[in-house]
């Protein structure tokens, strides 16, 4: 019988399931609804389904690079204890190296890929590895990088995946400093390489802030002007890579010190693991007095 949107969109409901193993499953059970969940329970996808409203804020930030090529991304599960397992380290390389071959513009497009040439989309091959782990786990989000041959690449995973940082430096093909400047990155979070990507807006916005605190400090309006332009540096010292202390050689700037190797900072990527999620807050008493009660 022919599967419409409404038969797919139903199991989904029950089952919380991707639309593609939802449009599957009932396609092998010829339309019947039970027979589709438990189609799909069999498969562990219902499983990993009921997951779908648990809070995963945890994970790891993981990097692989091929040729030319690099991708740092976010994986997220429950509980900082599943990363150290070998499934889910599997499951990251696996992951990374499918991003590199396939390239897809956005995490809905490569959840809907086939993997490995086998026909099973990536969002199932997540939903069989929650089957087995038995925590949600999902791709939260990903960054492909393309270098020249001339250029560098550098990896740098802190505190076990908690942060990652990939960097692109050009007219070098030093990955020992394209690393040491990931390094920097990872411990300071600058938010842009140079000031020139800070916006008029932003700028202007700290412009008045600056300016409203000397004036409230009671300084004469006349030198006002002059300190607000002294303190903006500091500003862009704390956002912009380059205007940095190096934290390898606090004596001199990023700039200084990537430019006196001839290389030039071309951009970077850094995630920090959960960063704007809503984080799970465990009780350790609640949870004992829980226990005790069953």
């Known amino acids: 019988m022919a599967i419409t949107a409404q038969m797919v969109k139903e199991l989904r409901e029950k089952t ?9 499953a009932l396609q092998e059970t010829e339309g019947d609804i039970e027979k589709a969940i438990d189609y799909l329970r069999e498969k562990g996808i219902a499983k990993a389904a009921k997951k ?9 930030a993981h990097i692989e690079v091929d040729g030319n090529y690099a991708v740092l991304m976010e994986v997220n599960c429950e509980t900082d204890f599943v990363t150290k397992n070998d499934q889910f380290q599997n499951l ?33 091959y997540i939903n069989s590895a929650i089957a087995k782990i ?53 411990a300071v979070n600058p938010r842009y390489v140079s000031r020139d990507e800070v916006s008029e807006e932003e ?34 010292e704390e956002i912009c890579l380059l205007e940095q202390s190096f934290v390898k050689d606090p004596d001199q700037k990023v700039k200084k010190y ?13 995630y920090q693991v959960g960063e704007g999620m809503e984080k799970r807050e465990d009780n350790f008493a609640e949870e004992v007095m829980s226990q005790v009660k069953r």
């Open 16 to 24: 919380g399931a991707g639309m593609m193993d939802c449009k599957k």
């Open 203 to 236: 700028v202007n916005a700290e412009r008045e802030v600056l300016k409203t605190q000397a004036l409230n400090e009671g300084k004469p309006a006349n030198i006002v002007e002059k300190m607000v332009e002294g303190r903006l540096g500091k500003f862009f």
């Open 258 to 270: 990537v430019s006196d190797k001839g290389a030039s900072v071309k951009g970077f990527v850094r």
């Open 52 to 60: 779908s409203d648990r809070i995963a804020a945890e994970g790891s």
């Open 134 to 186: 038995g925590e949600k786990i999902s791709l939260r989000r990903f960054s492909i990088v393309e270098k020249g041959d001339n250029d560098a690449f550098g990896a740098y995973i802190h505190m076990g995946g908690n942060i990652g940082v990939l960097t692109l430096l050009e007219g070098t093909t030093d990955e020992g400093l394209a690393k040491d400047v990931a390094m920097h990155i990872a």
């Open 92 to 124: 990251l390389k696996e992951l990374g190296a499918h991003l590199l071959s396939q390239k897809p513009a956005s995490v809905e497009e490569a959840l809907q890929q086939p993997l490995n040439g086998n026909g099973e989309v990536v969002e199932t």
